[in-house]
C-alpha cells in the first residue's frame, strides 16, 4: 500500500481521485480542478495492487478483468483522470521509460507472418459477429467515424465517413477496387451501390468473410462485390485495379512487412491508381504495442507512427498526396461503441462471462482516453503513382464528399435520441 500511495501521489496532481484499500482506509490524491468530477477507486485485495505494481500497462487492466479494482461510477472517468496527467503533449509518454527487454519482445510481437496473422485476426474478428451487431453501427464498419458533430450518432458518423473515402478514391463508374481488410462488407457494398464499381474485399476472418457474403447478396449487389479469405501477400493480379482501400488493416500487418506490402499495392494498382489507407497510429517516434492490448485484444497489433509508414511507401515510389489526422474522431467513435455494449451488457455477458465484458468495458474506456490524452490518433492518406492521377488540389474532395453526404437518408428521430 505504501508504494501505491507514493505512485499515486506522483502521478494524479490534477482531479481529485479518492483510493479506497483492501481493509477500507481511504486516501486523497490530487486537488480540485474545474469541470472534473471527484473520482473514487477500490482495491478489494492486495493482489490487485501487486499485480498494478510489477507491470502498471498490464496490472490495471488485469485488475479491473478480475474484480479486483472497481470504479464508484463510470471506468472512463478513472482512465481520463490518471491520463490527463501525463498528456502526450506534455510530454507524458516521454516520461514512460521502456525496458530493453520489454522493447526487444514487442517488435518481435510485430513479425506478423502469415500463419501467425491468420491466428491473430481470428482471436479478435471471429468472437462471433453477435458481437459488433451489438456495438458497431448497422454496417459493423469497425473503424474511426467522421462527425459533423460531436453529437452525431454511429450511423451518421459511419455514413459520413465512407462518403469521405469514396470521394478521395475518387471513384468512376466500371473502376476496379480492391479492399484490403473489407470487414463485415460494408464500404465494399456502399462503394458498389454509390460509384457503380466492381469491388475485390479480402479478410483473414472467416465469420466476417460469411456475413460479408451474406451482405452483398441481401443488398443485391453480388454480381459486382466478391470477397475472398486470403492473404494480401498471395495476391497475384497485378495492374488490374484501379483503386485500392484498406481501412483498419496498417495495425495488424506489422513494421517488418511494410515494405512488402507497400511493393504488393504498388503491383496490383495501375498507373493512374489511388491507394487510399485509413488506420490508428501514433504521436511521434517508433514505440511498441502496451502489453494488455497485445494480450487480450490485438494480438500482433501494432499502430505505426506516421514516419514509419511513409519512409516504407517513399522506397517503393508512391507519392504521398494527401494526409488527415482526426484523434478527437476516433475518441468519439469509441465512446458511441461503449455506451452500445453498456447498453447490450446483459446479452454480451449471456454470450460470454461477465470478465470478457469488463474486458470489453476496459479496452473501449482506454481507448477513448488514448486518444483524448495519450499518443493515439487516425491517420487518412491519400497515395497516387502517378501525380496527375487527381486534380492538383483538394477541392475536388470536400465537393464530392458533400454531393455523397447530400444523398445520405434523412437522420430518423431513433437516430436522433441515439446521438
Same mark, same amino acid.
Given at each position: 500500500m ?6 499515486? @501521489?506522483?502521478i494524479?496532481k ?5 483510493v479506497?484499500?483492501?481493509g477500507?482506509?481511504?486516501r ?7 469541470g @472534473?468530477s471527484?473520482?473514487?477507486m ?7 495492487i501487486?499485480?498494478?505494481l ?6 490495471i ?17 478513472l482512465?481520463d ?7 502526450w ?5 516521454a ?9 526487444l519482445f514487442?517488435r ?17 474478428y471471429d468472437?462471433g ?6 456495438t458497431l453501427?448497422?454496417?459493423l464498419?469497425?473503424?474511426?467515424g467522421?462527425?459533423?458533430d ?7 458518423a459511419q455514413?459520413?465517413k465512407?462518403a469521405r ?5 475518387r ?5 476496379r477496387?480492391?479492399e ?12 458498389a451501390k ?10 483473414l ?16 449487389v453480388?454480381?459486382r ?12 493480379e497485378?495492374g488490374? &485495379?484501379?483503386?485500392i ?10 513494421p517488418?512487412?511494410y515494405?512488402?506490402?507497400?511493393s ?6 495501375s498507373d493512374?491508381?489511388?491507394?487510399l489507407?485509413d488506420?490508428?497510429?501514433?504521436l511521434?517516434k @517508433?514505440?511498441?504495442t ?10 500482433g ?5 506516421l ?11 508512391l ?10 474522431h476516433?475518441a ?13 451488457r446483459?446479452e ?7 470478465? &470478457? ?13 488514448? &486518444? ?10 491519400q497515395?497516387?503513382?502517378?501525380r496527375?492521377a487527381?486534380p492538383?488540389?483538394r477541392d475536388?474532395?470536400?465537393e464530392d464528399?458533400?454531393?455523397? @453526404? ?14
Open positions: 505504501r508504494l501505491m500511495d507514493a505512485l499515486l @501521489r506522483r494524479v490534477s482531479g481529485e481521485l479518492t479506497v484499500y483492501p477500507g482506509e481511504q486523497a490524491y490530487g486537488q480540485v480542478e474545474l @472534473r471527484p473520482v473514487t477500490r482495491f478489494r485485495d492486495g493482489r490487485a501487486r499485480r498494478i510489477r507491470n502498471p500497462r498490464l496490472g487492466g488485469e485488475a479491473y478483468m478480475d474484480g479486483g479494482l472497481t470504479v464508484d461510477g463510470d471506468l472512463h472517468d482512465l483522470l490518471i491520463t490527463h496527467n501525463a498528456r503533449e506534455k510530454g507524458g509518454s516520461r514512460n521509460a521502456i525496458r530493453r527487454r520489454r522493447k514487442g518481435l510481437n510485430q513479425v506478423n507472418w502469415r500463419a501467425r496473422s491468420k491466428r491473430n485476426v481470428a482471436h479478435h468472437l459477429n453477435r458481437l459488433y451487431e451489438l453501427d448497422r454496417d464498419f469497425y473503424t474511426c467522421f462527425f459533423a460531436p453529437s452525431d450518432s454511429i450511423e451518421d455514413d459520413n465512407k473515402m469514396v470521394a478521395k478514391l471513384l468512376q463508374p466500371g473502376h477496387v480492391l484490403l481488410g473489407c470487414g463485415w462488407g460494408g464500404l465494399a457494398v456502399y462503394m454509390t460509384a457503380d464499381v466492381t469491388v475485390l474485399g479480402i479478410t476472418s472467416e465469420e466476417q468473410l460469411a456475413y460479408a457474403r451474406a451482405k452483398a447478396e441481401r443488398e443485391g453480388a454480381d462485390v466478391e470477397f475472398q479469405l486470403i492473404d494480401y501477400r498471395d495476391l497475384t497485378d488490374r &485495379f484501379d483503386r482501400t484498406c481501412s483498419g488493416m496498417m495495425e495488424h500487418i506489422g517488418p512487412n515494405g512488402t506490402f507497400f504488393k499495392c504498388r503491383g496490383l494498382l493512374r491508381g489511388v491507394l489507407l488506420f490508428i497510429g501514433r511521434g @517508433r514505440g511498441t502496451d502489453p494488455w492490448t497485445t494480450k487480450y485484444i490485438f494480438p497489433g501494432y499502430n505505426p507512427a514516419s514509419e509508414v511513409t519512409a516504407a511507401s517513399e522506397q517503393m515510389k507519392i504521398c498526396n494527401d494526409i488527415e489526422q482526426w484523434p478527437l476516433y468519439y467513435t469509441c465512446r458511441r461503441w461503449l455506451e452500445r455494449a453498456r447498453e447490450h446483459d454480451i455477458v449471456g454470450l460470454y462471462d461477465e470478465r &470478457f465484458f469488463r474486458m470489453w468495458e476496459f479496452y473501449l474506456a482506454g481507448s477513448i482516453t488514448a &486518444f483524448e490524452n495519450g499518443g493515439s490518433t487516425n491517420y487518412q492518406l497515395y497516387v503513382r502517378e496527375t487527381v492538383w488540389n475536388y474532395m470536400l464528399h458533400h454531393s455523397l @453526404r447530400s444523398q445520405l437518408p434523412e437522420r430518423s428521430p431513433e437516430m436522433v435520441a441515439l446521438a
